[in-house]
């Protein structure tokens, strides 16, 4: 069964926490809501997420400050942000938005479909990325422990063949993901798509060199 991914939305207004949770709905994942920075924080000591939605005013700890705790922590430096703002300041505000690492600006009110759309392609990304860890980790195993005393080759065998289709049908998701980033998508999502495809081929390479009568396996 595949597990949802999570989604933080971060707003110190209940109502616009509604409209978020009511646009991404359609998406079917599991939103999890913070009503400040400390509470976004609080979150992402426990969890992982695909994306965070994070409002720029907000009293206290402000959407800047809250963005600059998560880039500085290891676990979450890597999520991608987006900066939802109800005032614009021009070119130096978003700059700064940027700057704090957020991987887009939209300022309120925004297109539901547009906030959706985006949303979806960080979460695609996401799935993808925990589908390669988990091929990862079955790779490793073979990798680290070779083959246990015992053990019938043949099984050995199904299990490298099982693993090589399991990584084929990720290959061919990322492939059209990228194909489909490459028409319209913002720079973060084609640059974290491209380095997903690095890792798939890396790990193709490895899982190939398993295979009997390479030569690179151990016997």
């Given amino acids: 069964m595949v597990q949802k991914a999570k989604i933080l939305l971060v707003d110190d207004r209940p109502e616009n926490l509604l409209a978020l949770e009511a646009i991404l709905s359609a998406l079917d994942q599991t939103l999890v809501r913070a009503s400040s920075g400390e509470e976004a924080l609080k979150a992402l000591l426990t969890d992982d997420f695909a994306v ?3 409002d720029v005013q907000m009293p206290g700890m402000d959407g800047f400050e809250t963005a600059a705790h998560i880039k500085r922590r290891e676990r979450t430096r890597d999520i991608p942000i987006i900066f ?3 005032i614009n300041h021009g070119p130096h505000h978003t700059f700064r938005g940027y700057a704090a690492g957020a991987v887009d600006y939209i300022s ?5 479909w547009v906030l959706r759309a985006k949303v979806s392609v960080f979460v695609e990304l996401y799935m993808k990325n925990c589908q390669l860890r988990e091929q990862a980790s079955l790779l490793r195993l ?11 080759p043949k099984e050995s065998a199904g299990l490298l063949a099982e693993l090589s289709a399991r990584l084929a049908a990720v290959e061919e998701q990322a492939e059209a993901l ?5 028409e319209s998508a913002d720079a973060a999502a084609v640059a974290t798509a491209a380095h997903l495809e690095r890792k798939l081929t890396g790990l193709r390479r490895a899982l190939d060199a398993l295979e009997p009568g390479t030569g690179s396996a151990g016997a």
């Fill in 142 to 152: 073979q990798l680290e422990g070779g083959r246990p005393n015992g053990e019938d």
């Fill in 84 to 86: 939802l703002t109800a």
């Fill in 108 to 112: 309120k009110p925004f297109d539901p």
């Fill in 178 to 182: 990228s194909k489909q980033l490459d």
């Fill in 52 to 54: 965070i939605l994070l």
